[in-house]
């Protein structure tokens, strides 16, 4: 939305009109003094309709000068089309035990923690990433920053664990971590394969914790019904928690049924991301118009056609 860093300069402008009342007034008084000491004839032939005296033209110009001098210090910031706002990202990320089985090649953490990659290498340069890891307990492997190479080495660094899901949890603190920064857009992406059964937080007190916060939140629910001979199921997929958490905070569901959708889903996930303009200041245009305006005023004062000869 378009607005000024410092809208206080603004009020300057008021003065203007004060200052065309006082230009108006020492006109009229020097008009009447001149009067004084010429003939009505001449006065007339001075005061020819149809055209503005220079005297005038030359003040209109500063005025309007100081006024883009006094719009360029109040910072004006217009959104920009096709240059986007950076957006804060917090992958939230299950490590219990079930994601050890290896229905997912090599297995369901490894092929999430690839396809995490992948949406981390496919961010705007201005976004900031940040990662939280949950099982029994909820804890940050990544805090939110614009090094994205540094975040996907902590990614790559993460290893599973034989604890439960405290699916609540890990939402709550990645909610926590995607606002920590103010003033940009939050998105919070949580990966699971089972119902939360572990933590503080339930996942519908976590996601109305999201929705109070105002951070969409995305699911992406890994697991398969019918898994391959020789894998391991640790837990069925809960697809009607991750739906309800998508639902209660604007975000979206998706179902991953094997590696290379979940790969393909991650991937997608980076256009679904919300985004606005960028608004970028514009506040050197107006100085430009202010001295483009000054050198009008100099020209006509003493260049050709100056009013002293």
């Not at 010429?38 to 020819?48: D, F, I, K, L, N």
């Not at 391959?228 to 697809?239: M, N, R, S, W």
């Not at 393909?264 to 960028?278: S, W």
Request: proline share 5%; with cysteine; net charge negative.
């Amino acid at each position: 939305m378009a607005g000024f860093a410092e809208p206080l300069w603004l009020v300057g402008l008021a003065g203007i009109p004060v200052l065309c009342l006082l230009y108006r007034r020492a006109v009229r008084e020097r008009s009447y003094a001149a009067l004084t000491f010429s003939r009505v004839a001449v006065a007339a032939q001075v005061r020819s309709p149809g055209r503005l005296p220079r005297p005038h033209a030359l003040f209109a110009l500063a005025l309007l000068a100081l006024a883009l001098i006094l719009v360029g210090l109040a910072d004006p910031h217009v959104p920009i089309e096709g240059m986007d706002e950076g957006v804060s990202v917090v992958l939230v990320l299950d490590t219990s035990g079930s994601m050890q089985a290896t229905d997912y090649r090599p297995t369901r953490l490894e092929a999430a923690k690839a396809a995490a990659e992948t949406l981390l290498s496919r961010l705007s340069r201005d976004d900031y990433a940040g990662v939280v890891i949950f099982e029994s307990g909820a804890t940050s492997a990544a805090y939110l920053s614009p090094d994205r190479d540094r975040v996907i080495e902590r990614l790559r660094g993460i290893r599973g664990r034989d604890g439960q899901t405290a699916l609540g949890d890990g939402l709550a603190l990645g909610v926590d971590m995607a606002d920590a920064i103010p003033n940009r857009h939050r998105v919070v992406i949580l990966l699971s394969d089972g119902a939360g059964n572990a933590g503080v937080f339930s996942a519908e007190e976590a996601a109305g914790y999201a929705r109070e916060r105002n951070v969409p939140v995305y699911t992406v629910g890994i697991g398969s019904a019918n898994p391959p001979a020789g894998t391991q199921e640790y837990a069925a997929l809960d697809e009607e928690t991750l739906r309800a958490i998508a639902r209660t905070t604007g975000g979206r569901y998706y179902a991953a049924v094997d590696e290379g959708t979940l790969a393909a889903v991650y991937a997608g996930l980076t256009d679904e991301i919300p985004r606005e303009p960028k608004e970028t200041s514009i506040r050197d245009l107006f100085f430009a118009g202010a001295l483009g305006v000054l050198l009008l005023e100099v020209y006509l004062r003493y260049g050709r056609g100056r009013i002293l000869p």
